[in-house]
C-alpha cells in the first residue's frame, strides 16, 4: 500500500519532513496497524524517478511506480535473501544479488527475467555494482572475493541465442542442420559469457558493500567485514590501496561523485568516516605501504560522531554536497562533506527499527529510506539543496557509451 503525507517522525522544522510511504506490510482489518511485517533490506531508484525497487525478508522484489506510487509487480526466483539491487545506468535492467549464491538481472519495463548468471561466488552475494558505463558490474560475498561480469555481452550474447532459435524455428527441414550448428556454437559463447571475465581475492571476511566512481570506470572501491576499505583497478585486480581505521566491521562506503578521491564509509562502531585519496597517490610510498599491511594503512582520517548505532548505509548526492548517513539507531543524519571542516546539517528519526538503506533521488528533491518496519519513506529535501536544471540533465543523459579503443 501506498500512504499520503504523514508527516511525523522528528522532522521538526520545515524541511526533511516525509511525503508518501510505500510497504508490502499486510494490514490488520481495522487498517491501523500490520499482521505481517516484512523488512526492506535495500532498495534502488531508477536514474530517471519513475521506478523503485524494494527487497524483503519474503525473498521478493517489488517494483513501485513514483508517478502513482502504485505497485507494479513483484518478482519472484531468488531462494535466500536478497542483499542488494541496483539499476543498470540506463535503467534498462535491475540487477539482484542474493544468499542463494545468485545474481539475477530482472527487465525494468515489465519486471521480466532476463538471466540468472551462474553460481561462482563460493556462498552469499552480499554487495553489487554497476560500473558507470553501464557494461560490466561488480559482485562481493561472504567468501571474500570480487568478481567482475561483462553484463553487456552476457545479455548482448542470449538475445542472439533467442534470435536464432526463433529463426531455426521458422526454417525449413533442410536449413535444421545448418542452424542447429549455429545454435550450438552460440550457446557455447553465450555460457561462456555468462562467467566473470576476473575475480580475485579481496579482503579477509565478507565483502559487505562495493562502488565503481561515478567518474572513473576503473575505480573500484570495497570494504569488508574485517575493517578494511580497499581501492582497486577493475580492469585488472590490482589493488591501488588498503586503508583501515574502523573499530570491527565496515557495513558501507560511497564515493563523491564531484571527487573520486573523497570517500565515506559507516562502520558497527557508529561512526561515518571520511577519507582523502589524494592521502595516497598510487605511487607514493603510503600507497605501497598501504598495499603491504595486510589490514591496510591507519590514514589520518575525519571520524563523524553522533550515530547511537552501527551505520549501516551512507551516501552522497548526486552533486556531492551533502552525505546521508543511516543506522540501526532508527535516525538519519545528513552532513556537510567537507574535508576542510565537515559538519552536521540535519537530523531525523526515520523509522521505528533499524533503517536498513537509503537513497537520494536525481533531482534530490528525496531521500528515500527503507527499514526492518518494513516501510520505505520519502523525505523532502531542502530546496537549496535541490539539483539545478543543468545538473539534473547532465544525470539524466546516463552513461557515455562505452567505447572500444
Known amino acids: 500500500a501506498a500512504g499520503g503525507g504523514a508527516m511525523g517522525g522528528g522532522a521538526s522544522k520545515k524541511s526533511w519532513q516525509r511525503s508518501f510511504y510505500l510497504t508490502s506490510n499486510v494490514e490488520d482489518d481495522t487498517g491501523d496497524s500490520y499482521l505481517q511485517v516484512y523488512p526492506v533490506w535495500t532498495i534502488a531508484i531508477t536514474r530517471n524517478q519513475r521506478q523503485l525497487a524494494s527487497a524483503c525478508s519474503d525473498n521478493k522484489i517489488y517494483l513501485w511506480c513514483l508517478v502513482t506510487h502504485n505497485l507494479l509487480i513483484d518478482l519472484k526466483g531468488h531462494a535466500d535473501t536478497i542483499w542488494k539491487l541496483a539499476y543498470s545506468p540506463d535503467d534498462a535492467l535491475l540487477a539482484s544479488a542474493s544468499s542463494d549464491g545468485t545474481v539475477r538481472l530482472w527487465a525494468v519495463a515489465n519486471g521480466m527475467p532476463v538471466m540468472t548468471l551462474p553460481r561462482n561466488h563460493a556462498n552469499w552475494v552480499l554487495s553489487m555494482a554497476w560500473s558507470p558505463d553501464g557494461q560490466r558490474f561488480a559482485t562481493g560475498g561472504s567468501d571474500a572475493r570480487i568478481l567482475v561480469w561483462d553484463a553487456a555481452e552476457a545479455v548482448a550474447s542470449s538475445e542472439r541465442l533467442a534470435e536464432i532459435g526463433a529463426q531455426a524455428a521458422e526454417a525449413g527441414d533442410y536449413e535444421q542442420a545448418y542452424w542447429q550448428e549455429l545454435a550450438a556454437e552460440e550457446r557455447e559463447k553465450a555460457e561462456a559469457a555468462k562467467r566473470p571475465i576476473i575475480y580475485w581475492q579481496a579482503h579477509e571476511k565478507s565483502i559487505h558493500d562495493m562502488v565503481f566512481a561515478p567518474s572513473e570506470s576503473r575505480m573500484l572501491v570495497s570494504i569488508g567485514a574485517e575493517g578494511s576499505v580497499a581501492v582497486w583497478d577493475a580492469e585488472n585486480g590490482m589493488l591501488d590501496a588498503r586503508l583501515m581505521g574502523h573499530i570491527g566491521a565496515i557495513n558501507t562506503?560511497?564515493?563523491?561523485?564531484?571527487?573520486?578521491?573523497?570517500?565515506?564509509?559507516?562502520?558497527?562502531?557508529?561512526?561515518?568516516?571520511?577519507?582523502?585519496?589524494?592521502?595516497?597517490?598510487?605511487?607514493?610510498?603510503?600507497?605501497?605501504?598501504?598495499?603491504?599491511?595486510?589490514?591496510?594503512?591507519?590514514?589520518?582520517?575525519?571520524?563523524?560522531?553522533?550515530?547511537?548505532?552501527?551505520?549501516?548505509?551512507?551516501?552522497?548526492?548526486?552533486?556531492?554536497?551533502?552525505?546521508?548517513?543511516?543506522?540501526?539507531?532508527?535516525?538519519?543524519?545528513?552532513?556537510?562533506?567537507?574535508?576542510?571542516?565537515?559538519?552536521?546539517?540535519?537530523?531525523?528519526?526515520?523509522?521505528?527499527?533499524?533503517?536498513?538503506?537509503?537513497?537520494?533521488?536525481?533531482?534530490?528533491?528525496?531521500?528515500?529510506?527503507?527499514?526492518?518496519?518494513?516501510?520505505?519513506?520519502?523525505?523532502?529535501?531542502?530546496?537549496?539543496?535541490?539539483?539545478?536544471?543543468?545538473?539534473?540533465?547532465?544525470?539524466?543523459?546516463?552513461?557515455?557509451?562505452?567505447?572500444?579503443?
Open 253 to 405: 562506503v560511497s564515493v563523491s561523485p564531484t571527487n573520486e578521491e573523497l570517500i565515506a564509509t559507516g562502520g558497527e562502531d557508529h561512526t561515518v568516516r571520511l577519507w582523502d585519496l589524494g592521502d595516497v597517490d598510487p605511487g607514493s610510498s603510503a600507497a605501497k605501504q598501504s598495499r603491504e599491511k595486510t589490514l591496510g594503512l591507519n590514514l589520518a582520517h575525519y571520524s563523524l560522531k553522533g550515530h547511537e548505532g552501527g551505520v549501516a548505509v551512507v551516501r552522497f548526492s548526486g552533486d556531492g554536497r551533502l552525505l546521508a548517513s543511516a543506522s540501526k539507531d532508527c535516525d538519519v543524519r545528513i552532513w556537510i562533506p567537507n574535508l576542510q571542516n565537515p559538519t552536521l546539517y540535519a537530523k531525523f528519526g526515520a523509522h521505528e527499527a533499524w533503517v536498513r538503506d537509503l537513497q537520494w533521488t536525481s533531482d534530490q528533491n528525496h531521500v528515500y529510506t527503507a527499514g526492518s518496519d518494513g516501510m520505505i519513506y520519502a523525505w523532502a529535501v531542502p530546496k537549496k539543496y535541490h539539483a539545478s536544471p543543468w545538473q539534473l540533465e547532465k544525470m539524466l543523459k546516463g552513461p557515455e557509451k562505452y567505447k572500444a579503443n
